[in-house]
């Protein structure tokens, strides 16, 4: 298995997972070839997806940038964090104010004592609950667990079309859990109640454009958002 890294106890290598593909679409190098199969596989597919992971992480730079320098946060949740790589929230908070707190969740659950404003992340993740009804509860739980004046910053693949819909499942069925794209309605519901900042929900290479692209195009199905818990 040359080029990879060697497989910990507990790691099945022998089917694709998220994280990894991801990780390999975004120019990690903690992936196996089963995760690079699929990934190329998919952008076979869909080409868009060449640019949906470099596009979410570029969103969240951004994103990270404003709430920490603006909004002076500096406690983060990132969930469903995917592997480490380039651009981690600790590390964008970190170089405006390095005493800037992070927690990482990744299919862990979340045990926190909270008392200062949040600034809570899921990008591309909730795509991996097909069911809309259980994924907006579990956004409920995590806003409702943040204390007030918390922050989301939300993105996610959204399809209108229903034939790009049906190949992003069909990559997902293939890997070890399912995905599901959310239309653009779908998308903002995920901030009903919340106070969106401007410029709202759309693609994320549409938030406050910057500096700080990470090879991403306008093309993009990756939507999302920065909003405030009123
Ligand atoms: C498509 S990756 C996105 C990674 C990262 N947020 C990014 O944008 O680069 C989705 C991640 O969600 C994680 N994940 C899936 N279900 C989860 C859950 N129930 N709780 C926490 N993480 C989860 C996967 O393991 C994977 O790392």
């Not at 890294?5 to 196996?32: E, F, I, M, Q």
């Not at 089963?34 to 969103?59: H, K, M, N, Q, S």
């Not at 943040?146 to 922050?151: A, E, R, T, V």
Request: zero cysteines; aromatic letters at 8%; glycine letters at 10%.
């Amino acid at each position: 298995m040359s080029g990879s890294p060697a497989v910990p106890d507990g790691v099945d290598a022998s089917a694709p997972r998220s994280a990894r593909v991801w990780n390999y679409r975004l120019g990690g190098k903690d992936d196996y070839p089963v995760d690079r199969v699929l990934g190329d596989r998919i952008l076979a597919t869909y080409p868009e997806f060449a640019t949906d992971a470099r596009a979410g992480r570029a969103f969240l730079v951004r994103a990270i940038t404003h709430l920490a320098g603006q909004e002076k946060v500096r406690g983060f949740l990132d969930a469903g964090t995917g592997l480490p790589t380039h651009h981690n929230t600790h590390e964008i908070a970190q170089a405006i104010a390095p005493e800037s707190r992070v927690v990482y969740v990744d299919n862990d659950p979340m045990v926190l004592d909270l008392d200062r404003p949040i600034g809570l992340s899921i990008i591309g993740t909730l795509g991996h609950i097909p069911d809309l009804e259980q994924a907006l509860g579990l956004m409920r739980t995590y806003l409702d667990a943040l204390p007030w004046g918390s922050f989301l910053v939300f993105g996610d693949l959204m399809s209108e079309e229903t034939s790009t819909a049906e190949a992003v499942d069909q990559w997902y069925e293939s890997a070890t859990l399912p995905y599901r794209s959310h239309s653009l309605a779908e998308i903002t519901s995920f901030f009903d109640g919340l106070d969106i900042l401007s410029p709202g929900v759309g693609p994320v290479t549409e938030w406050r454009p910057g500096d700080v692209e990470i090879g991403s195009s306008p093309d993009t199905d990756m939507y999302g958002g920065v909003a405030r818990e009123p």
